[in-house]
């Protein structure tokens, strides 16, 4: 059974600082290239970040960039959402998404789709 568990997320006062976790079992970790999404109330569910299988490649929004950062470790088959200087509008539930690939080179950084999906945590960024 594949399980992609957020977690980390809570109510934090604009300016400040959360990290968000994604805990996935049941595949093979190392094989699959990891992302965050959110979605906001009313909103489609947009693009946050993407990270290569190794870990070696990372792709952030625009609109995050430089603000939040996407790491993963292969060892405790986990990735991570660093987020720094919050902005209300960063308001969602996010949620961690997987992707098989062959390859750690041969990747798409923002695939049309997934393989896999957690259910989300809740990130609110008080003004």
């Known amino acids: ?16 600082s959360l990290r968000l976790s ?13 992302y965050w999404l959110r979605q906001a109330p009313g909103k489609e569910r947009e693009f946050v970040a993407a990270i290569s ?28 959402l660093q987020m720094k200087s919050l ?10 998404a997987a992707k098989f690939f062959r390859s750690d080179n041969a990747w798409y950084s923002r695939p049309n789709e997934y393989d896999y999906w957690g259910q989300g945590t809740q990130v609110t960024v008080s003004s």
């Open 1 to 16: 059974q594949v399980q992609l568990v957020e977690s980390g997320g809570r109510l934090v006062q604009a300016g400040g």
């Open 22 to 34: 994604c805990a996935v079992s049941g595949i093979t970790f190392s094989t699959y290239a990891m």
């Open 53 to 80: 299988r190794s870990g070696t490649n990372t792709y952030c929004a625009d609109s995050v960039k430089g603000r939040f950062t996407i790491s993963r470790d292969n060892a405790k088959t986990t990735v991570y």
């Open 87 to 96: 902005k209300p509008e960063a308001t969602a539930v996010y949620y961690c």
